[in-house]
């Protein structure tokens, strides 16, 4: 078989006419034939462009969900942060005061001490108020002898003489004659 054979062959296998009458033009006569294939792979080409669509818009919405969850994210975080912040100066602030009540619990304690010594020189005060009242009231007599300004410690060492010598104001003199 030689290609004239081939061509021969083909256009005899080919109809001069359609079936109504009209005759074939060729290669239209081919596109009869792939025109419900080019139809289904239209339409599929356009449901995948309708899904690619879709898909985008969708990727789009996510991805602002996943932005809106970030910031939302972010925000818990900083809110956290703020949180453990306070906690901190929180517990800061709880060590200071714990500080400041020993300090104030030290303070007291000698503030204690110090009220009570206070008392106790307050109580020697007033003893020594009372001695010096009693010195104030004494009139000077000596219970033995009802004589003003007696010595009692000199009696039995020097004369009555010198003693009222000294009650007026004279000073003892190691020549005055002793008892």
Same mark, same amino acid.
């Given at each position: 078989?030689?290609?004239?054979?081939?061509?021969?062959?083909?256009?005899?296998?080919?109809?001069?006419?359609?079936?109504?009458?009209?005759? =074939?033009?060729?290669?239209?006569?081919?596109?009869?034939?792939?025109?419900?294939?080019?139809?289904?792979?239209?339409?599929?080409?356009?449901?995948?462009?309708?899904?690619?669509?879709?898909?985008?818009?969708?990727?789009?919405?996510?991805?602002?969900?996943?932005?809106?969850?970030?910031?939302?994210?972010?925000?818990?975080?900083?809110?956290?942060? $703020?949180? =453990?912040?306070?906690?901190?100066?929180?517990?800061?602030?709880?060590?200071?005061?714990?500080?400041?009540?020993?300090?104030?619990?030290?303070?007291?304690?000698? /503030?204690?001490?110090?009220?009570?010594?206070?008392?106790?020189?307050?109580?020697?005060?007033?003893?020594?108020?009372?001695?010096?009242?009693?010195?104030?009231?004494?009139? $000077?007599?000596?219970?033995?002898?009802?004589?003003?300004?007696?010595?009692?410690?000199?009696?039995?060492?020097?004369?009555?003489?010198?003693?009222?010598?000294?009650? /007026? $104001?004279?000073?003892?003199?190691?020549?005055?004659?002793?008892?």
């Amino acid at each position: 078989m030689t290609l004239d054979d081939l061509k021969s062959n083909s256009m005899k296998d080919q109809p001069d006419e359609k079936s109504n009458g009209d005759k =074939a033009e060729g290669p239209r006569s081919l596109s009869t034939r792939w025109r419900p294939a080019a139809l289904i792979l239209g339409l599929l080409c356009l449901g995948l462009l309708v899904t690619v669509i879709l898909l985008i818009i969708q990727l789009s919405q996510v991805s602002d969900l996943l932005k809106q969850q970030k910031v939302k994210l972010t925000h818990q975080e900083d809110i956290l942060e $703020g949180q =453990a912040l306070a906690q901190r100066q929180a517990e800061k602030s709880s060590q200071e005061s714990q500080r400041e009540l020993e300090m104030i619990e030290t303070l007291a304690h000698k /503030l204690d001490e110090k009220s009570k010594k206070l008392m106790e020189l307050q109580q020697q005060n007033l003893n020594l108020q009372k001695a010096l009242e009693k010195a104030a009231n004494f009139s $000077g007599i000596h219970p033995a002898n009802h004589r003003p300004f007696q010595f009692p410690i000199l009696d039995g060492v020097i004369s009555e003489e010198t003693q009222q010598l000294m009650a /007026l $104001g004279g000073r003892y003199s190691f020549d005055a004659p002793l008892v």
